[in-house]
């Protein structure tokens, strides 16, 4: 078993619903990383967390200590969002070493 | 202030030819980190570096890889007689030392290696 799992692997919604990615762990953690990855594009960090919820326009990342669970969510998702999602979390056990998830392809059709 | 610069963004290679990839980290980031990504698959560590040092090669191939990050100039992470395996997207990232315990990476665009 991974020590990030996410779900789902693959995600295709409308235009405009809202969209949900999950991100499980297995291990203590010091920080959650949630990062988006277009097709032939780069990387790009959009959250990082170690407690609660924070939000950045449309995008909406929340954590759960207790159960070990992140959530990334989109609110009116656009074609644009299309992307694939990785959740990364920094091990509490390593100084800078991150555990990845395998990521989560979303695409939005118009 | 201009992000994770890498190049080449495209790079074609025959086999047993060397592939060498640059990395310039942001500006006050002495820390860098190389990921491979192959086709349709998710990042794997291979080389964390700082000014001078390895610090951490567990990921890198024991043949063939190796990567340096002099005290002048980019990193490189250089590939001797490429094999059609190695073709991926190589990924830069850089932290500054404060943020280096957090793992907040600041990624480049990736170079992509295609070997012939």
């Known amino acids: 078993k991974n020590e990030v799992e996410q779900s789902p692997q693959n995600l295709t919604a409308q235009e405009g619903e809202f969209i949900t990615i999950n991100c499980s762990y297995s291990?203590?953690?010091?920080?959650l990383h949630w990062l988006q990855q277009h097709p032939g594009g780069g990387i790009v960090s959009l959250f990082m967390?170690?407690?609660?919820?924070k939000k950045h326009g449309r995008l909406i990342a929340t954590i759960n200590i207790q159960e070990k669970h992140s959530s990334l969510h989109i609110t009116a998702s656009h074609p644009r969002d299309s992307a694939v999602y990785i959740c990364?979390?920094?091990?509490?056990?390593?100084?800078?070493?991150?555990?990845w998830g395998a990521g989560t392809k979303l695409i939005i059709k118009p | 202030n201009a992000g994770v610069m890498q190049n080449p963004r495209h790079l074609v290679r025959r086999r047993g030819q060397e592939a060498r990839l640059r990395c310039s980290p942001m500006k006050g980031h002495s820390h860098v980190y190389w990921y491979r990504q192959l086709p349709e698959e998710g990042l794997k560590f291979m080389v964390y570096?700082?000014?001078?040092?390895?610090?951490?090669e567990s990921g890198m191939p024991k043949e063939r890889f190796s990567a340096e990050f002099p005290k002048e100039g980019p990193s490189i992470l250089r590939i001797q007689q490429v094999v059609r395996g190695d073709s991926a997207a190589y990924f830069c990232?850089?932290?500054?030392?404060?943020?280096?315990?957090?793992?907040?990476?600041?990624f480049g665009e990736g170079s992509r290696l295609t070997v012939l």
């Open positions: 570096l700082q000014k001078e040092n390895i610090i951490d």
């Open positions: 990232a850089s932290s500054p030392a404060y943020l280096a315990n957090t793992g907040e990476l600041f």
């Open positions: 967390l170690s407690s609660g919820k």
């Open positions: 990364a979390v920094k091990n509490m056990d390593s100084n800078y070493q991150l555990i």
């Open positions: 291990v203590g953690i010091s920080a």
